[in-house]
């Protein structure tokens, strides 16, 4: 039951989260359909040439990652993105990153735009624009002494070969000498040679680290950025799912908040729990009904459509709410206007009126009366004419209607003090008169919470009978109702469900299937169904009977019409 629950909002706004999602989705498409296309380009750079040094030691690996980091940080401040944009004539540039490649002293800049002209113009402008911050930067040196110095190591290499070659001619030429003499200046002119070549190398090593060549703090180009040919976005699939799923999701919360902030009564279900009371009827909403006209009397132009069905189904559950305490005078009320509580009263009549009974219905609305406009009735003369007069005569006054049996009794003309009149002696011994003359004594009264009249016609009625319209009438209006009733000890007998809307049977909103099968024209005239349809005319409604604490309880189908409906 509870995962029912859950589901039931669902089938009843199953168009809005149907919408929702309908319009996200045509939403997501038209603006990703108007995106251009996005393509991207990448180039490497590494720190330091440890990579060219077949020994390179720790200390050389950790200072080049220290140096790309803070390189990679560099390339995302103003002053680059400041040089790019005026190397490249631009006022703007797109968005790039520059990061880190790993635990090495790679760094990767990747560029995004919608041009991929521009995008590889702008890769490699960063990329010079670090090498022009590095001390690599020939701006930042001296051409002319670096061009000395590069002299200098190369006369130095050719007189370290010169040296090395000599001292090796005379170490042979010492094999060939016996004189000891000769052999003394040998070895004496040979290390004189290998001091020549020591002073040789420091001074090319010293010239050596002078220039870049094994320097630490260099930057070098490993992958030039290309030139992009496909474009990595937008994508519009996964916008548009995306976008479909949040409209789904969205409206499905907006949904479940709009059930939750939902207090009407909406069905039986609501009824016993908001309430405490049975539902003694769920009447659906009739088709094409007319205000001030007799199509609003279902019971009166049709015998076979499922509003007059479900009145009848009213008629049987209301007499065994009454098996135990008779209901002569039964009081149709409602918690606020435009419930349907007079066309409730009407059609319930004619129903009684239809199984055999004599009815006569009152209009003690004397606010805004209206069954005079449903039977099309004078109300020249009424209630408040038989209350008013010194010795009253019923027969003048009791209008007969279509229905037989059926008579009414309108209000009359309306007077400034209605609760003083109805609450009299005399609308007491009226009532004893009219019971007397019917079996049933039908009132219609006006809204319970607006006026105090319905009260006051409670006390005098043997049961009441409250309307309320579902998905209309808010819980709270329904208690105040009720304790209204309650609180003059009125016989509250139980509620009927007026107006409900037409749906497929286990919606939120649903009525009782009565199970008849009618064609569309079926409340056009009394016209009989077919015999397929006939071997299924056991209603579905269930009927009720007294039960404890005022409550009723549920009766087979089978066993429901006993009173000749």
Not at 56 to 63: E, H, Q
Not at 509 to 518: A, I
Request: proline letters at 6%.
């Amino acid at each position: 039951m509870a995962l029912k629950q859950y589901i039931l909002p669902l089938r009843k706004w199953w168009w809005l989260v149907a919408l929702a999602t309908l319009v996200a989705t045509v939403s997501s498409y038209v603006a990703t359909s108007r995106q251009p296309p996005i393509y991207s380009t990448r180039a490497t750079v590494m720190v330091g040439s440890a990579i060219q040094n077949p020994n390179p030691n720790g200390g050389d690996l950790y200072l080049t990652q220290q140096l790309a980091s803070t390189y990679a940080d560099i390339a995302r401040r103003e002053t680059v993105r400041a040089n790019t944009m005026e190397a490249l004539g631009l006022t703007w540039l797109p968005d790039y990153t520059a990061r880190v490649v790993g635990n090495s002293q790679l760094i990767e800049i990747a560029v995004t735009d919608t041009i991929p002209e521009r995008a590889q113009a702008v890769a490699n402008e960063l990329v010079n624009q670090l090498i022009l911050l590095s001390p690599e930067n020939p701006d930042r040196n001296d051409s002319q002494r670096q061009t000395f110095i590069t002299r200098q190591l190369d006369d130095l290499e050719v007189k370290i070969e010169e040296t090395q070659d000599e001292i090796a001619s005379k170490q042979a030429d010492l094999a060939n000498l016996f004189s000891a003499r000769q052999i003394a200046e040998t070895q004496t002119l040979i290390e004189g040679l290998q001091d020549k070549l020591g002073s040789l190398q420091s001074n090319y090593a010293a010239l050596l680290a002078s220039t870049q060549a094994g320097a630490v703090n260099t930057i070098t180009l490993i992958e030039a950025p290309a030139l992009p040919a496909i474009p990595i976005g937008p994508n519009r699939m996964a916008a548009i799912l995306l976008a479909a799923a949040g409209g789904f999701a969205v409206a499905l919360a907006a949904a479940y908040l709009l059930e939750y902030l939902d207090d009407t009564l909406k069905n039986p279900e609501d009824v016993d729990s908001a309430l405490g009371l049975a539902t003694l009827g769920a009447v659906p909403r009739a088709r094409g009904a007319l205000r001030g006209d007799d199509r609003d009397l279902i019971v009166a132009r049709s015998s076979a459509s499922p509003e007059t069905e479900a009145y009848r189904v009213l008629r049987t559950n209301l007499q065994f709410a009454s098996v135990k305490h008779p209901v002569r005078t039964l009081l149709v009320a409602s918690s606020t206007p435009g419930e349907g509580k007079s066309l409730t009263a009407a059609n319930l009549a004619a129903a009684l009126a239809q199984a055999g009974k004599k009815v006569i219905l009152v209009d003690t609305d004397l606010h805004r009366p209206r069954l005079h406009k449903l039977f099309q009735l004078r109300d020249s003369t009424g209630l408040t004419t038989l209350l008013l007069e010194e010795t009253p005569e019923l027969e003048p006054v009791l209008q007969p209607t279509v229905v037989p049996g059926l008579e009414v009794l309108p209000s009359g003309p309306l007077p400034p003090n209605a609760a003083e009149l109805l609450g009299s002696e005399r609308m007491r011994e009226l009532l004893r008169q009219l019971r007397s003359r019917a079996d049933y004594v039908v009132l219609d009264s006006p809204p319970v919470v607006a006026l105090s009249d319905a009260a006051i016609l409670a006390t005098l009625c043997d049961g009441v009978l409250l309307v309320v319209a579902a998905g209309r009438t808010r819980r709270s209006e329904a208690r105040r109702a009720i304790a209204a009733l309650r609180q003059v000890d009125a016989r509250v007998l139980g509620v009927v469900l007026n107006k409900m809307p037409k749906a497929h049977k286990g919606t939120y909103y649903y009525y009782y299937d009565y199970g008849y099968g009618y064609s569309r024209d079926a409340g056009k005239g009394d016209r009989k169904p077919k015999r397929s349809q006939q071997t299924r005319a056991v209603p579905q409604v269930v009927a009720v009977e007294p039960g404890r604490n005022g409550k009723y309880d549920a009766m087979p189908a089978g066993q429901q019409d006993l009173h000749g409906s």
